[in-house]
C-alpha cells in the first residue's frame, strides 16, 4: 500500500509570508505527484502533475519542485494572500493507473491580514 | 466547458437503507473515479469506471459498488448504510486515455452523506 505522507498538517501565516510544504512518497516504482489545492466548500483544483525527477513547475505565486530520488515535494507559496487559504493536497498512483490516486492527508494553510 | 456536477449534493439516511449518487463527468471525458473523504481521512479511492467498466477498485467492502453508462455518467451505490459510511463522496473525471499516472483528474464538489 502507498503511503503519502505530508506536513506539516496546518500552518497559520500572515498575509505576505512566503511559506511552504512538504509531500513525502515511496521513491520506489514513481509514476507521478499531483498536488491539488481544496478550498472549503469548492471542489479539489488540480495544480500541478510532477513526473520528472528535478521537475519544477510554477502557477502565479505557487510553485513545486520534485526529487523522485529521495521521495519528496515541496510545494512553496510566495507573498501569501488570505485567497490562498485552503488544504493543500499532494497524491500519488500507486500504479501507472493515475485514476487511482493515493492521497496525503493534506496541509491546511491559513492566511490571516 | 462545464465542470463534474454531482447530485444530490446533501443526503441524510438511516442505517440500514441504501443510497445512490450520482456523478455527470466533463463533456468527453470517459474515466469517473469515486473517492470517500471521512473526519481525519485522506480521500480514499472507492473505485474507477471508464468505458462503461471497471478498470480500478479500492479497499472498500461489496456493500460498495458503482456503474457507468454510455454516456458515461456514473452512479455509486451503498447498500446497508451504516454509521460509519457518513463522509463527503467525490467524484473525479479524467480522460482516461493517459497513462503512466500524469493524467489530471478533475473533481466535482461533492455529495455529503449522513448516516443516522
Sequence with gaps: ILNVEQSPQSLHVQEGDSTN??????????????????????????????????DEKKKGRISATLNTKEGYSYLYIKGSQPEDSATYLCASPDTGTASKLTFGTGTRLQVTL | KAGVTQTPRYLIKTRGQQVTLSCSPISGHRSVSWYQQTPGQGLQFLFEYFSETQRNKGNFPGRFSGRQFSNSRSEMNVSTLELGDSALYLCASSGGWTSGGKETQYFGPGTRLLVL
Design chain 1, 21 to 54: 510544504f512538504t509531500c513525502s512518497f515511496p521513491s520506489s516504482n514513481f509514476y507521478a505527484l499531483h498536488w491539488y489545492r481544496w478550498e472549503t466548500a469548492k471542489s479539489p483544483e488540480a495544480l500541478f502533475v510532477m513526473t520528472l525527477n528535478g
